[in-house]
C-alpha cells in the first residue's frame, strides 16, 4: 500500500458569510484540507502539522472515525490556531486569529516545519503535499534520497518577500505546482486564463491551475485539460467552499503520484472539491464507501468529458 504525506497547517475556523451568518468551531487550514483531499484516494497517509494541546477537542473525533494515524502530528503549540475567516461578495476573504496578533505570531515563529520534521515521515512514500517552502539544497536532498512525487501549492507571499524569480526556482524543484487564478495573474503579470496558460506551458512543469467555481485547468505534457466545477449533489446542497482548492490540490497529487493522465487528474480534484463542499470543513466520513462513491463519479465526469 502506498503511502502519502500531507504537511501544513490546522486552523480551526470561525466563518462570517457575506449573508452574515457564522458557523464556529469548524475543522480547518489547508493542511488539513489538503489532508482530506489526499484521503479521498489513499488509505495510507500521514499527516505532518505542528498543533496545540487542544488539538483532540477539535479534531480528535474526526482522526479517529477515520483511523488517522496522529504520528506526523508535533504537538508544540499551547493552542491550535483558531481564525476569524470574514467572506467578501467577490468570493475574496480575509482571516485573522481570535486569540489575538500576538498569539499568532508566536504560534508561527513556533510551528514553522522543518525537512527534519518531514524526513522520518518520507522513507517509502509516493507523494508529498505542502505549502510550506522548504530550504531548497536541504530538501532537494531529501527529495533525491527518498524518491517521492513533490506537489507545492503556491503562495503568495514568497513573490511579496523574495520577488518571481525565488518563486520560479522554488517551482524547479517540485513535479507538479498549483495555483489559483488571482495568484497566476499577479505572478506572471496577465489579466486572462489563456495568458497565464501560455506561462506555465512555457515553464514546462506540470500545473493544477484552479480557477474558482469555473473548475480547472490540469496543464502537462504539452497538454491542457479542463474540468468544470463537479456537483457530486444538486447545487442547491453544497453549502461551504472553503477548503475546496487545497482538498483539490492534494487529491491531484495523489492521482499524478498515481500515473493518472491529465484530464484525470483534473477530473479528481474537481471531485474531492465536489465533496468538500457538501459541509462545513472537510468531509467527516472518510471511509472505504466514501472512497468507492468518488472513484465512481470520477469515472463517470472523465467518460462524459471524454465523449464531448
Same mark, same amino acid.
Given at each position: 500500500m502506498k503511502k502519502y504525506v500531507t504537511a501544513g497547517s490546522v486552523i480551526t475556523n470561525r466563518i462570517i458569510f457575506t449573508d452574515k451568518r457564522v458557523m464556529d468551531r469548524i475543522m480547518g487550514g489547508h493542511g488539513l484540507y489538503a489532508h482530506e483531499g489526499v484521503c479521498f484516494g489513499a488509505e495510507n497517509a500521514v499527516f505532518i502539522s505542528a498543533v496545540?494541546?487542544?488539538? %483532540? /477537542?477539535?479534531?480528535?473525533?474526526?482522526? %479517529?472515525?477515520? #483511523?488517522?494515524?496522529?504520528?506526523?502530528?508535533?504537538?508544540? &503549540? %499551547?493552542?491550535?490556531?483558531?481564525?476569524?475567516?470574514?467572506?467578501?461578495?467577490?468570493?475574496?476573504?480575509?482571516?485573522? #486569529? +481570535?486569540?489575538g496578533p500576538e498569539e499568532e505570531v508566536k504560534n508561527r515563529a513556533a510551528g514553522v516545519l522543518t525537512c527534519d520534521d518531514l524526513a522520518p515521515h518520507l522513507e517509502g512514500a509516493a507523494g508529498l503535499y505542502t505549502m510550506v517552502?522548504?530550504?531548497?539544497a536541504e530538501f532537494r536532498a531529501l527529495k533525491d534520497r527518498?524518491?517521492?512525487?513533490?506537489?507545492? /501549492?503556491?503562495?503568495?507571499?514568497? &513573490?511579496? /518577500?523574495?520577488?518571481?524569480?525565488?518563486?520560479?526556482?522554488? +517551482? #524547479? &524543484?517540485?513535479?507538479?505546482? #498549483? &495555483?489559483?487564478?488571482?495568484e497566476s495573474f499577479a505572478l506572471f503579470g496577465v489579466e486572462s486564463e489563456e495568458a497565464a496558460i501560455a506561462e506555465i506551458k512555457n515553464l514546462g512543469k506540470p500545473c493544477y491551475y484552479r480557477v474558482g467555481s469555473k473548475g480547472a485547468y490540469m496543464v502537462m505534457d504539452g497538454?491542457? *485539460?479542463?474540468?468544470?466545477?463537479?456537483?457530486?449533489?444538486?447545487?442547491e446542497q453544497e453549502v461551504d467552499p472553503t477548503g475546496c482548492g487545497n482538498s483539490s490540490?492534494? *487529491?491531484?497529487?495523489? *492521482?499524478?503520484? /498515481?500515473?493518472?493522465d491529465p484530464l484525470m487528474i483534473c477530473v479528481w480534484g474537481n471531485v474531492v472539491a465536489g465533496f468538500n463542499a457538501m459541509q462545513y470543513g472537510p468531509r467527516l466520513d472518510l471511509t472505504a464507501?466514501?472512497?468507492?462513491? !468518488?472513484? !465512481?463519479k470520477a469515472e463517470e465526469v472523465y467518460k462524459e468529458i471524454k465523449r464531448g
Open positions: 496545540g494541546k487542544d488539538f %483532540d /477537542e477539535y479534531y480528535g473525533r474526526w482522526f %479517529d472515525q477515520n #483511523s488517522m494515524t496522529r504520528e506526523g502530528l508535533k504537538f508544540c &503549540l %499551547d493552542r491550535c490556531n483558531y481564525n476569524e475567516l470574514v467572506y467578501f461578495p467577490d468570493g475574496q476573504y480575509k482571516e485573522y #486569529s +481570535i486569540y517552502q522548504f530550504p531548497a527518498c524518491g517521492f512525487k513533490y506537489m507545492w /501549492e503556491y503562495g503568495p507571499q514568497l &513573490l511579496r /518577500e523574495k520577488g518571481r524569480d525565488a518563486v520560479m526556482d522554488y +517551482i #524547479s &524543484l517540485t513535479d507538479i505546482y #498549483s &495555483l489559483n487564478r488571482p497538454e491542457t *485539460a479542463f474540468v468544470p466545477v463537479v456537483h457530486v449533489a444538486p447545487k490540490t492534494g *487529491a491531484a497529487m495523489w *492521482a499524478f503520484s /498515481e500515473g493518472f464507501e466514501t472512497r468507492r462513491l !468518488a472513484k !465512481a
